[in-house]
């Protein structure tokens, strides 16, 4: 790395273990925000991209496989105890909980003191920019703290006090907030350029914030704005997930393994496969199941080795890193599909499905389609972070995966609360 960039490392980013131990510390700059030159401001946003992608650790990226059926426990002698296993994980004392919650607010420290130290800085087409790039990963932060936990305090300032949780309607417009602004100042996309943040990730992000929400008109607009960009195409799974160039891909973090301990492949593949694992968690027999020998993507996300089920979208195992996709333009196609219902988002359905080597469906009521597009969104992004808040969204995780109430929302980590006495547990926990 460079020089400049392990100073703000050291210096701008103390690893801090919690939100509220984050609260009450000061910001940890070595030097005078309005000192900054605008050559040590882009090594700030290189390290921001590093931190970004390491702080939430692996766990974070699957976690909604982890708790929406797609995975279980390695160890498992059947599948019958998913419901257990998906209450064992979501407890307030589960590190997985703890790492993810304290990896996204320990990034949001670092953005928060980018955006300050922009502040003092004079007006630029390029501060503009990082800018721009800043408020997209405020925006992609607090996206993946509102659907796990609702609403959580929304900080626009890094603080020395310790304060409540936000309400989560505030949440969710504080996070379309840093969005719009993100479309408004962010860089375009460079051809192939998709390790960079753009206005059109930003674009296709909020159309995913948007779905979250039951915006639907505004859901299927932004993706189809996307789709007739220009700028992408739907592309083979083995060029995706291959870390070959691609026309698929919007934003992903390039994830090298000189700069990031981010290792997913090792959660899935065993100790005697070639590439080495832990194997921490396989796929359920029901995942094997809904692939098939005709189905492009088979090959690309699920395999049998020894016996064994293991995802394989990730493959470098022990021996290095993958890049983690954040949004790809198949996503676009079926937010579009989910939003414009039966009557007008199954030719985009059905076109997913013929690249994907799948014939066309013809579902006969709104329900039967809604589980076409949901099947398809549980093939298409298997270990991608999707399948729990999918059922969360659309009010069918209880019922789909035999979960408690409480569980279609993740517990505050007890750390957090014996920490912050404001914060207040989500209902039951």
């Not at 005697?272 to 199941?289: I, N, W």
Request: aromatic share 10%; charged share 20%.
């Amino acid at each position: 790395m460079k020089r400049t960039l392990m100073l703000f490392i050291l210096a701008a980013s103390v690893s801090l273990s919690s939100c509220s131990k984050m609260l009450d510390v000061k910001s940890h700059s070595a030097v005078a925000t309005n000192t900054l030159s605008e050559a040590d401001v882009e090594a700030f946003l290189t390290g921001i991209y590093n931190r970004m992608q390491n702080a939430p650790g692996a766990e974070s990226y699957i976690s909604f496989d982890i708790t929406g059926g797609n995975l279980i426990n390695a160890g498992a002698t059947s599948d019958g105890g998913l419901n257990t296993f998906i209450t064992n994980v979501l407890r307030p004392e589960n590190g997985l909980m703890s790492a993810a919650w304290n990896g996204y607010y320990s990034a949001l420290f670092q953005v928060n003191n980018l955006l300050e130290t922009l502040n003092n800085m004079p007006d630029t087409e390029r501060k503009r920019e990082i800018a721009g790039i800043a408020h997209f990963f405020r925006g992609y932060l607090y996206y993946n703290l509102a659907t796990r936990w609702g609403g959580v305090p929304v900080l626009r300032k890094n603080t020395t006090a310790k304060v409540k949780r936000n309400t989560e309607a505030e949440t969710w417009a504080f996070i379309e907030e840093e969005l719009e602004q993100a479309i408004a100042q962010a860089p375009a996309y460079a051809t192939g350029q998709y390790y960079q943040v753009s206005n059109i990730a930003a674009k296709a992000l909020m159309a995913r914030v948007k779905l979250a929400q039951n915006k639907m008109p505004e859901a299927g607009r932004l993706a189809e704005e996307v789709i007739g960009s220009g700028l992408f195409a739907l592309d083979a799974f083995e060029k995706i997930f291959r870390a070959t160039q691609n026309t698929e891909e919007i934003f992903s973090f390039k994830n090298l393994t000189i700069e990031s301990s981010i290792r997913v492949s090792t959660l899935f593949y065993t100790y005697a496969h070639t590439v080495k694992g832990s194997y921490v968690y396989r796929p359920t027999q029901e995942v094997m199941d809904m692939f098939t020998a005709g189905d492009k993507r088979t090959a690309m996300s699920v395999e049998t080795f020894q016996g064994l089920r293991v995802i394989n979208k990730y493959p470098s195992g022990q021996s290095g890193t993958d890049p983690i996709v954040v949004v790809r333009l198949a996503e676009m196609y079926l937010i579009s599909a989910e939003a414009h219902g039966r009557s007008g988002g199954l030719d985009r359905l059905n076109e997913l499905r013929a690249f994907r080597g799948l014939d066309p469906i013809q579902p006969a009521t709104d329900e039967a389609y809604i589980d076409a597009v949901l099947l398809e969104r549980r093939k298409e992004f298997l270990g991608e972070g999707f399948r729990w808040y999918d059922l969360v969204r659309l009010g069918r995780a209880v019922q789909d995966l035999g979960i408690a109430e409480r569980e279609v929302k993740f517990p505050i980590p007890m750390n957090e609360l014996a920490l912050n006495n404001l914060l207040e547990q989500n209902k039951n926990y």
